[in-house]
């Protein structure tokens, strides 16, 4: 079993940056793929990135292309989103999952029942 624990959420201005990390324990993760998902106010929560087990394969949602980069490093047990030119709709709680699978399952509605692991989350607010 994974287990998965977000750091990094804080308070930022617009325009700003910042580094949210997921470290994972029990079970390997380095067959993995990990990924982040973000749930604002009042909203579903959505796809934000996924990266497969090598970091070869990476995908994105839309509103995150050219701003946001996920990465990982398998020795530490933690993938990373780097956050660029935040924006105040990047507002939300931001979740890590794990999963043996990577592809179009992390981008379905029914994520949450899919995937196998999820951390807890970790706010991120952008002021205006």
């Known amino acids: 079993q994974v287990q998965l624990v977000e750091s990094g959420g804080g308070l930022v201005q617009a325009g700003g940056s910042l580094r949210v990390s997921c470290a994972a324990s029990?079970?390997?993760?380095?067959?993995?793929?990990m990924g982040w998902f973000r749930q604002a106010p009042g909203k579903e929560r959505e796809f934000v990135a996924v990266?497969?087990?090598?970091?070869?394969?990476?995908d994105y949602a839309d509103s995150v292309k050219g701003r946001f980069t996920i990465s990982r490093d398998n020795a530490k047990k933690t993938v990373y989103l780097q956050m660029n030119s935040l924006k105040p709709e990047d507002t939300a709680v931001y979740y890590c999952?794990?999963?043996?699978?990577?592809?179009?399952?992390?981008?379905?509605?029914?994520?949450?029942?899919?995937?196998?692991?999820w951390g807890q989350g970790t706010l991120v607010t952008v002021s205006s």
């Open positions: 990266i497969n087990w090598s970091g070869g394969g990476k």
């Open positions: 029990g079970r390997s993760i380095s067959s993995y793929a």
């Open positions: 999952a794990a999963d043996p699978t990577y592809g179009s399952r992390w981008m379905s509605r029914e994520a949450d029942r899919y995937l196998e692991a």
